[in-house]
């Protein structure tokens, strides 16, 4: 059963525009989020986290946003840029563990 | 700068063969894990370890066992290798939530 979704496979964006990208949960003892960026042949690298106790958390281009009764979070990214393409996971941990689940990913394309 | 190393990026084996992937992590991090990643599945975690010696089953253990003799390096066996463990290896490293990857070993079990 997947506890973190993102029901997106991909997401076509022109450079300059927002992009956003989505992913829901269910399991309610989640209280740490994350996304993460996979470029093809190399590891996911870290991107930007939030807590459960803030509804979001911004980094330049970057800003995570969580709506805890929804049990959705989203990633803006604006403006998109060419080096943004990528696949993007969403992952998430429990309470007092240091263990994350992983979404499927989104394949962000962002074309000029 | 967090600097986790695999020993491969690509090895191929046959089936019924014993696989060594091999992690190295330079920070120290207490905590390893080791996922696999395949095509619309994402990351499925299947050992990770808080400590030396000291090991837990990820989500998709069967057919693995790990290793962990000393912090830096966390060791994923495939104890008797099969096609359906063809896949993208990822190990990772943490002191707290946030985890550090290395780049991955594509594994091919012909």
């Known amino acids: 059963d997947q506890q973190v979704k993102q029901n997106s496979p991909s997401l076509s964006v022109q450079e300059g525009r927002i992009s956003i990208l989505n992913c829901d949960y269910t399991?309610?003892?989640?209280?740490?989020f994350l996304w993460y960026k996979k470029y093809p042949a190399e590891g996911p690298t870290f991107l930007i986290s939030i807590s459960s106790i803030k509804d979001k958390n911004e980094d330049g281009r970057f800003t995570v946003f969580l709506n805890k009764s929804a049990k959705h979070l989203s990633l803006h990214i604006v403006p998109s840029q060419p080096g943004d393409s990528a696949v993007y996971f969403c992952?998430?941990?429990?309470?007092?563990?240091?263990?994350?689940?992983f979404g499927t990913g989104t394949r962000l394309q962002v074309f000029p | 700068d967090v600097k986790v190393t695999q020993s491969s990026r690509y090895l191929v084996k046959r089936t019924g063969e014993k696989v060594f992937l091999e992690c190295v992590q330079d920070m120290d991090h207490e905590n390893m894990f080791w996922y696999r990643q395949d095509p619309g599945l994402g990351l499925r975690l299947i050992y990770f370890?808080?400590?030396?010696?000291?090991?837990e089953k990820g989500d998709i253990p069967e057919g693995y066992s790990v290793s962990r003799e000393k912090k830096e390096r966390f060791s994923l066996i495939l104890e008797s290798a099969s096609t359906n463990q063809t896949s993208m290896y990822l190990c990772?490293?943490?002191?707290?939530?946030?985890?550090?990857f290395g780049d991955g070993t594509r594994l091919s079990i012909l």
């Open positions: 399991n309610s003892m989640f209280d740490y």
């Open positions: 990772a490293s943490s002191h707290y939530q946030s985890q550090h």
């Open positions: 370890s808080y400590d030396v010696k000291m090991k």
């Open positions: 992952a998430a941990s429990e309470v007092d563990t240091d263990k994350l689940i």
